[in-house]
């Protein structure tokens, strides 16, 4: 999600901390860097300790940690998401194990942990907006891998996360065992109506709506009376505080060795309608490249197009052709909608632009 990061500095009293309080955003979660924050005073945790109480949404990162042991020591660290500065990673003690769109991922030798390194187009804040997505993905009562320590090393930013021996995505089980193809769709298409079902503390997290209305504000590849037709269908969106997973695909979902499934990648996590995250689904499903499908899911296009199909059955009870082309249309501009927010924050892929046009203009 888009954050506002503002940047205090030195000793964070009471002013400095009702300064603070009155440059976050009203709309957005905001991400407070305290890469320069030398000290926090009683009067400023209080003041923050009330802010996040009552509802202003915001995280900290970058803390020293004298600085993350004042917010542990007084309790105030169990009502804000705080991350201290990354540590030094010392990639010895990792093996490589597989690689995504935004990263590669590594496994600790001791089999405790993994992490994740994420590319050069994924700045320090995201990652630390990720990390505190999870931990409160996780409070909140969702299953999810623990998270645990960001790390820096050469240039780029890690992400430390419970190892889950065993595991498999989705998408693994799908590719390595055909014959179960049904099994697995069917219970991700469950996994999606309870998460839709469930009530998001918009508290923590972030209107999708509103991100990517901004993103269609940003976007430079349409005129603006193209934007303006597609913030009118944004405008219409049914105002909702159901959970989102803001990146939704079977690649994203994990099996345990005792059988139980885990959502992953929660750096996106919000709220909104539902239609939002199946626009993301319907994109890399029916509007996906061969390469791009064969490297996302190590499936092809055919099998997506089925697993399309078997989730519109289990996930809207779309039992006819009838149906099942009716659900597709009320996706489809969602989906285009989704392509412009990825679009926007990490470029567009030849032929997207004229793929928005189809399904939203």
């Given at each position: 999600m888009i954050a506002k990061m503002i940047h205090p500095a030195g000793i964070l009293d009471a002013a400095a901390a009702e300064k603070l309080l009155s440059e976050l955003d009203r709309e957005f979660p905001s991400t407070i860097d305290f890469t320069d924050v030398t000290e926090v005073h009683f009067a400023a945790l209080r003041r923050l300790m009330n802010a996040r109480r009552s509802g202003t949404r915001f995280s900290i990162v970058n803390a020293s940690?004298?600085?993350?042991?004042?917010?542990?020591?007084?309790?105030?660290?169990?009502?804000?998401?705080?991350?201290?500065?990354?540590?030094?990673?010392?990639?010895?003690?990792?093996?490589?194990?597989?690689?995504?769109?935004?990263?590669?991922?590594?496994?600790?030798?001791?089999?405790?942990?993994?992490?994740?390194?994420?590319?050069?187009?994924?700045?320090?804040?995201?990652?630390?907006?990720?990390?505190?997505?999870?931990?409160?993905?996780?409070?909140?009562?969702?299953?999810?891998?623990?998270?645990?320590?960001?790390?820096?090393?050469?240039?780029?930013?890690?992400?430390?996360?419970?190892?889950?021996?065993?595991?498999?995505?989705?998408?693994?089980?799908?590719?390595?065992e055909p014959e179960r193809t049904e099994e697995i769709i069917k219970r991700f298409a469950q996994m999606c109506r309870q998460l839709h079902e469930t009530q998001c503390d918009t508290?923590?997290?972030?209107?999708?709506?509103?991100?990517?209305?901004?993103?269609?504000?940003?976007?430079?590849?349409?005129s603006d009376g193209e934007k303006s037709r597609i913030l009118q269908f944004a405008d219409a969106i049914p105002a909702v505080t159901t959970c989102l997973h803001g990146d939704l695909q079977i690649s994203n979902v994990i099996r345990t060795d005792e059988g139980e499934d885990l959502w992953i990648d929660l750096g996106d996590?919000?709220?909104?309608?539902?239609?939002?995250?199946?626009?993301?689904?319907?994109?890399?499903?029916?509007?996906?490249?061969?390469?791009?499908?064969?490297?996302?899911?190590?499936?092809?296009?055919?099998?997506?197009?089925?697993?399309?199909?078997?989730?519109?059955?289990?996930y809207a009870g779309a039992r006819t052709q009838e149906q099942k082309d009716a659900f597709e249309q009320e996706v489809r501009p969602f989906a285009g909608l989704h392509m412009i927010y990825l679009g926007v924050h990490f470029g567009f892929l030849p032929g997207m632009v004229d793929l928005i046009r189809q399904l939203l203009l």
């Open positions: 940690d004298e600085v993350l042991e004042r917010f542990v020591d007084t309790g105030v660290a169990d009502f804000i998401d705080i991350c201290r500065k990354p540590r030094p990673l010392d990639m010895s003690k990792y093996i490589e194990f597989g690689a995504s769109f935004m990263s590669k991922s590594y496994n600790s030798q001791d089999g405790d942990a993994m992490i994740k390194i994420y590319g050069d187009n994924v700045p320090q804040s995201a990652v630390a907006r990720e990390k505190a997505a999870a931990r409160a993905v996780m409070l909140f009562g969702l299953p999810t891998p623990l998270v645990g320590t960001v790390y820096a090393d050469d240039g780029k930013t890690a992400l430390e996360f419970e190892r889950i021996p065993g595991k498999r995505s989705f998408s693994r089980i799908i590719s390595e508290a923590i997290f972030s209107d999708q709506v509103l991100a990517h209305r901004q993103a269609v504000l940003a976007c430079t590849e349409l996590f919000g709220y909104g309608y539902p239609m939002m995250d199946l626009g993301m689904w319907y994109f890399l499903t029916k509007l996906n490249t061969e390469q791009r499908a064969q490297h996302l899911f190590h499936l092809g296009l055919k099998e997506l197009v089925h697993i399309w199909d078997l989730f519109a059955e289990e």
